[in-house]
């Protein structure tokens, strides 16, 4: 036990070490790369635990019942955290996650009633029942999330809000094939696409794509506060897919544009070099003639389909894969 100012702080120093069950305030040692399981499970009277960039791994009930703890400073190397790891953290209000977490666990955060907001930039799974019974949590970020497992939100009332990427299969259905991640979530009513799906729609070549693209991915938000409170999941996983299927086929008839404008661009300027070889100059021709030079060029490149390509090719170029 280290002294702190007017805290007596506990120095975790891992292995076989017993943590005290009246402990208040716990660094990590710098020597500890695992929190092992169970190793402050029940310690109802911890407050706080200043993690280091060392530790790579929460396993499973961990810190399961900690009832008095309120604040998990930034996570920043953890890469996993185990089931049950905090559940029943009652009093837990904020977690800072960093940019290495890439799975958490079944119920790890289950009944933590305190918990408000959830961003979590670099997790890939969350297993299922990870968050069920968060009854404060109201907004979720999840911008590279690829699984999400059943139960993962259950009962969580006040949610509002999820940020997700569009990816196909994200939802994953229980045994039974029920889509139960968000069951009882009766406030959520706003679905926001993360990733650079709005910059690919606005690259599309004609405005009635774009705005039949918008509309669709502005359609959930306007569905889900209709949607009975067990069919939200299936509401979301239908409507993703049915995004991405558009989009594919904007994309398709945006590469086929694309080809046919190429070939015309190469047309256009194979004529103009058979029209050099013709006469040197457009002024030139215009002197002789006594015609328009300005009309001249006009009639040029309608007539050779510069006038296309220098309208639509440019476009094309921009458009995100």
């Not at 979590?120 to 999840?142: H, K, M, N, Q, W």
């Not at 994953?172 to 889509?179: E, G, K, S």
């Not at 669709?216 to 939200?232: A, M, S, Y």
């Not at 009309?295 to 389909?305: E, Y």
Request: proline share 3%; charged share 30%.
């Amino acid at each position: 036990m280290a002294d702190d100012g007017d805290n007596n702080v506990f120095v975790y120093m891992g292995g076989e070490q017993v943590v005290p069950h009246d402990v208040t305030h716990v660094i990590i040692d710098r020597s500890v790369k695992i929190i092992p399981e169970r190793a402050f499970e029940h310690r109802r009277e911890l407050v706080s635990v200043k993690f280091h960039d060392g530790v790579e791994r929460i396993e499973k009930y961990a810190f399961r019942g900690c009832k008095s703890l309120r604040r998990l400073n930034k996570l920043a190397g953890v890469r996993e955290v185990g089931q049950w790891a905090f559940w029943f953290c009652s009093a837990l209000t904020e977690v800072e996650f960093d940019d290495k977490l890439e799975i958490i666990g079944s119920g790890a955060f289950r009944d933590c009633r305190s918990l408000r907001k959830i961003k979590v930039p670099s997790v890939r799974t969350i297993e299922y029942g990870a968050f069920a019974d968060c009854v404060a949590l109201t907004d979720v970020e999840l911008p590279d999330v690829e699984r999400i497992e059943f139960f993962a939100f259950h009962n969580c009332p006040n949610l509002r809000r999820i940020a997700i990427p569009l990816r196909d299969n994200m939802f994953a259905p229980d045994r039974y094939q029920r889509y139960t991640h968000f069951h009882y979530c009766r406030n959520l009513t706003t679905v926001d696409l993360v990733g650079g799906i709005r910059n690919t729609v606005t690259s599309l070549l004609l405005q009635r794509w774009t705005d039949d693209m918008n509309s669709e991915i502005d359609r959930i938000n306007q569905v889900l506060p209709n949607t009975d409170v067990n069919e939200k999941t299936a509401v979301i996983d239908q409507w993703i897919r049915t995004v991405l299927r558009r989009m594919d086929h904007y994309k398709a008839e945006h590469n086929k544009l694309l080809k046919e404008a190429t070939t015309l661009l190469e047309l256009a300027i194979w004529k103009a070099k058979l029209d050099e070889k013709e006469d040197c100059s457009i002024e030139g021709r215009a002197k002789k003639a006594k015609i328009d030079t300005a009309g001249a060029r006009i009639n040029r490149r309608i007539t050779s389909g510069a006038n296309i390509v220098i309208r639509n090719v440019l476009p094309f170029l921009q458009l995100d894969e």
